[in-house]
């Protein structure tokens, strides 16, 4: 076809004529499926597109009903739709690339029904762990760069987008104490990415920049917490260190925290054997026990052993994804308390502050937006405290195809190349829209739901809170049999050995009393005039005191557990809670339980599970790294 006779396939407008190939007509067709570029005044299909499916998700929420009641009241079951049935796996390995194209509202139909069933972060009984819902701003933040696709690999496809990231950083560094035109901050895919960029930081500072082109041929250590996230296994792992190179600090038993004593001992030991030590990971805030790691101690360890001459000083990361956001009690005044929080929560404000503030003696901290950030997935920022000192030492060459063409251009030294801007502006957003106050009210605003839960605990002989020294957005309890004094039960099974049998029974009745309560959750029916709380429970919140290096798996203390991380959260949707755990606990007494069917219904190759690698560590330890639940976020031990 000749050029000319090409062009005139098109019209003025940009459409092609009737008599064009079938392959134009089809992408003159699509081009509603996109957004337009330029403004037309009137409303774009794009914006009547997304108006639709927003309410068909809508439709997918309980509706409110005249006897529910707005004051106080629970509307509806706590997952979306009304099928409690699914999910439904078992077809998807015979799905296909249709042969033709479907009209976008048809695919936003069929992605509708996907979210059927899935629990509603935003509902007053949804509160299995630390999973909150995004607040609105940092939603529409985030969509926008959806429409427009700003990459912050650089400033040329991101422009002023990546002032969202640089602007973070700062806010962060502020906050923490550093020097904001020495900080920096590069948003990544979650905890476990902050973890990896700690991680190969530190390799890089202590082994040197060539390790990078010679790769790992050095056993450096990595000293965390034994109550350190399962992520230490991720990082040490993927970045070919191995996870035997982890060495678990001891936890004090009053407060869960880095046993100094025994963190003073590791260094030293590592020290004289000529070890490197790569970093010291402090944990804070811990997924269930919320323990903060003493930071200004590990600093002051760090200082005075260093390393063996050779290597590089070790980091100092701060694992701060669920303990960062205290940070904005930074400018709060508890003497005058404006925001008139009760005074066991002011003093848990006030010593949360105190513990987070020792992040400034870091040299690079990870923060969750999505967790503490009430921000959509994914959405977490690694900031450290010497931008340049990082660049130096992660910066490689650029690419022949990319051109710097701005001061910024990140693309150079972080994991990810391409990174969506989605992730900085939904956390840039989030900063932006609550300021100091909101965060104060939503955090305080977590633990006067809590300080409530655990009053009604108080009240109910058969109740027990586990954790009533944490200061953290969980609360752990058990439930016992009618009958029962579930404090002097509870004290007995943790300090004495002559009960472990009784111990052992009581946490079989805490896991099937979580097993009937998602059962119920799941069935989308009333139980005892109630719908079901969404809530889990973890295996091994702590071992008996008889049993601290953990030996023994029986001894260990299970339960169930509330993480009311989202502001729909009221004082009927605890009540709620404790008359359900107390109505499963009955059920349960009438029947021999059954332990729950795996439900979707998998395919090969999905429907198995393989071993995970079992680490043995040459000294003939073993890593306290079984994840039980990835829903709970915790094993025997892990944070």
């Known amino acids: ?81 009304d099928d409690p049935s699914g999910p439904r796996y078992g077809k998807v390995t015979e799905a296909r690339l249709g042969p033709e194209m479907k009209a976008p509202d048809e695919v936003i139909r069929d992605s509708i029904a996907l979210f059927r069933g899935l629990p509603n972060w935003n509902h007053p009984l949804t509160m299995p762990n630390v999973i909150p819902p995004a607040n609105i701003a940092a939603i529409i933040a985030a969509m926008m760069t959806e429409v427009f696709g700003p990459n912050i690999i650089e400033g040329e496809y991101a422009w002023d987008v990546e002032i969202s990231e640089m602007e973070s950083a700062a806010i962060l560094a502020r906050l923490i104490g550093w020097d904001p035109t020495r900080a920096g901050g590069l948003y990544t895919f979650g905890g476990s990415g902050c973890y990896l960029y700690g991680v190969k930081y530190a390799l890089t500072r202590v082994l040197g920049a060539q390790s990078r082109c010679t790769g790992i041929r050095t056993d450096a250590k990595l000293l965390v917490s034994q109550q350190g996230h399962y992520c230490k296994l991720n990082s040490s792992d993927w970045t070919g260190l191995g996870m035997n190179n982890i060495v678990e600090i001891e936890t004090a038993k009053d407060t869960n925290a880095m046993d100094v004593k025994h963190l003073e001992h590791e260094i030293k030991r590592l020290h004289k054997e000529g070890i490197p030590i790569a970093a010291v990971v402090c944990t804070m805030g811990t997924t269930d026990a919320f323990a903060m790691d003493p930071v200004a101690k590990a600093r002051e360890l760090i200082d005075k052993y260093g390393n063996p001459e050779g290597f590089g000083p070790p980091l100092l990361y701060c694992d701060a994804v ?258 359900l755990v107390l109505a499963a606990r009955d059920e349960v007494a009438k029947q021999t339980p059954s332990p729950p069917r795996a439900t979707g219904d998998c395919p090969p190759p999905y429907d198995t599970d393989p071993e995970p690698v079992d680490c043995q560590p040459p000294d003939g330890g073993k890593l306290h790294v079984a994840v039980q639940s990835l829903l709970s976020g915790t094993g025997r031990r892990g944070g």
Not at 544 to 554: A, F, G, K, L, S
Request: some cysteine; charged content about 25%; glycine content about 8%.
């Open 1 to 81: 076809m000749k050029p000319t006779d090409f062009a005139a396939l098109w019209t003025e407008d940009g459409n092609v004529f009737d008599h064009a190939p079938r392959w134009a007509r089809l992408r003159s067709l699509m081009r509603d499926a996109f957004p337009t570029y330029y403004s037309t005044g009137v409303a774009d299909p794009f914006a009547r597109q997304v108006g639709y499916a927003i309410r068909r998700l809508d439709d997918l929420k309980p509706p409110l009903r005249p006897d529910d009641g707005l004051r106080g009241g629970i509307v509806g079951r706590a997952f979306l739709g």
């Open 322 to 579: 669920i303990g960062w956001s205290w940070l904005s009690f930074g400018n709060y005044d508890f003497k005058a308390n404006p925001l008139g929080f009760s005074k066991p929560v002011l003093e848990i404000a006030e010593k949360n502050l105190a513990m987070i503030r020792e992040v400034r003696h870091a040299d690079a901290i990870g923060c969750d937006f999505h967790k503490v950030g009430w921000a959509p997935y994914n959405c977490s920022l690694f900031v450290m405290r010497e931008l340049e000192e990082f660049k130096q030492l992660m910066t490689r060459p650029g690419s022949d195809y990319l051109q710097e063409r701005t001061c910024y251009n990140p693309g150079l030294y972080t994991l990810e190349v391409s990174r969506s801007g989605s992730y900085s502006m939904a956390g840039w957003a989030t900063l932006k829209f609550f300021g100091h106050e909101g965060f104060q009210a939503v955090l305080g605003g977590i633990l006067e739901m809590e300080h409530y839960l655990r009053n009604l605990l108080d009240d109910e002989p058969t109740l027990v809170c586990v954790n009533p020294d944490d200061h953290g957005f969980v609360t752990l309890f058990r439930v016992y049999p009618k009958g029962v004094n579930a404090d002097k039960q509870y004290r007995k099974e943790l300090t004495s050995p002559k009960y472990k049998d009784e111990l052992k029974q009581h946490n079989e009745l805490q896991g099937h009393v979580a097993d009937k309560l998602w059962e119920w959750f799941r069935d989308g029916q009333r139980h005892a005039g109630e719908y079901a709380p969404y809530v889990s429970y973890t295996t091994g919140f702590r071992p008996t005191t008889y049993n601290r290096e953990e030996t023994d798996p029986d001894a260990v203390i299970y339960a169930i557990k509330s993480f009311p991380m989202n502001l729909n959260v009221n004082p009927r949707a605890m009540e709620t809670v404790v008359k």
